[in-house]
C-alpha cells in the first residue's frame, strides 16, 4: 500500500467516523418513537449497525481495496470523537431544526389534504345520506298516507257491517286489528327512526 493510499484511507476513515457520529446521534433521536416495542427494537438496532458497518466497508473498499489495517480502526474513532467534542451539539440544533420545518411541513399539507379533499367527500357522503333518507321517508309517508285514503271509505263500511256481525266473528276481528296494530306501531317506528337519522 502506497503512502498517498495510506492518507486517503486515513482521510477517509477519519470521515467515516464522523458520519457514523452524525447517523447514531440522528438514530438515537428517532429511538423513542419505538423504544416501546422490543422485538422492533432489536430488529431496527441490528439493521442499523449492520448497514453502517457496510457503508464504511464499502468506503474502505474504494479506497485501498478493502484492507484492513490497526490505523484504520484508529482514524475511525478519531472522527467519531472529533464529532463528539465538536459538533455534537451543532448538529443536535440543526436536526432539532429539520425536524421542526418538516414536522410544519407535514401539518401543513395535512391540513390541505384534509380541507381541499377529505372534509368535502365528508360533506357529500354525508348530504347523499340525507336525501337517502329523506326520498325514503317522503316515499313512507306518501304510501301511508295513499292508503289511509284507500281504506277510509273501506273503514267506514266496515265499521257499519260490524254492528250486523255476530260476537264470535267480532272477537276474531278483534285479534286481527291487535295484529295490524302491532304493524302499524312497527312502521311508525322505522319512520321516526328515519326522521331522526335524517337530522
Known amino acids: 500500500m502506497t503512502l498517498s493510499v ?4 486515513l482521510i477517509a476513515m477519519v470521515s467515516s467516523g464522523f458520519y457514523l457520529g452524525i447517523i447514531q446521534e440522528t438514530f438515537r433521536r428517532f429511538t423513542p418513537y419505538w423504544k416501546n416495542s422490543k422485538l422492533l427494537t432489536y430488529f431496527l438496532e441490528i439493521s442499523f449497525w449492520l448497514t453502517q458497518t457496510a457503508i464504511i466497508f464499502y468506503v474502505l473498499f474504494l479506497v485501498n481495496a478493502g484492507e484492513i489495517r490497526l490505523y484504520v480502526f ?57 336525501l337517502i333518507l329523506l326520498i325514503i321517508t317522503l316515499l313512507v309517508t306518501i304510501v301511508f298516507f295513499i292508503l289511509r285514503v284507500v281504506f277510509t271509505p273501506f273503514r267506514w263500511i266496515g265499521k257499519g257491517i260490524y254492528y250486523f256481525l255476530p260476537d264470535s266473528f267480532k272477537n276474531f276481528l278483534h285479534k286481527i286489528a291487535g295484529f295490524y296494530s302491532t304493524i302499524k306501531n312497527i312502521c311508525y317506528k322505522w319512520v321516526k327512526y328515519l326522521k331522526f337519522k335524517r337530522r
Do not use: D, M
Open 6 to 9: 495510506q492518507f486517503l484511507t
Open 74 to 130: 484508529l482514524a475511525c474513532l478519531l472522527g467519531f470523537s472529533i464529532y463528539q467534542v465538536f459538533a455534537k451539539t451543532i448538529y443536535r440544533r440543526i436536526l432539532e431544526g429539520i425536524i421542526k420545518v418538516l414536522t410544519a411541513i407535514y401539518r401543513f399539507f395535512r391540513n390541505v389534504i384534509h380541507a381541499v379533499i377529505i372534509t368535502p367527500i365528508t360533506w357529500i357522503i354525508r348530504l347523499f345520506v340525507r
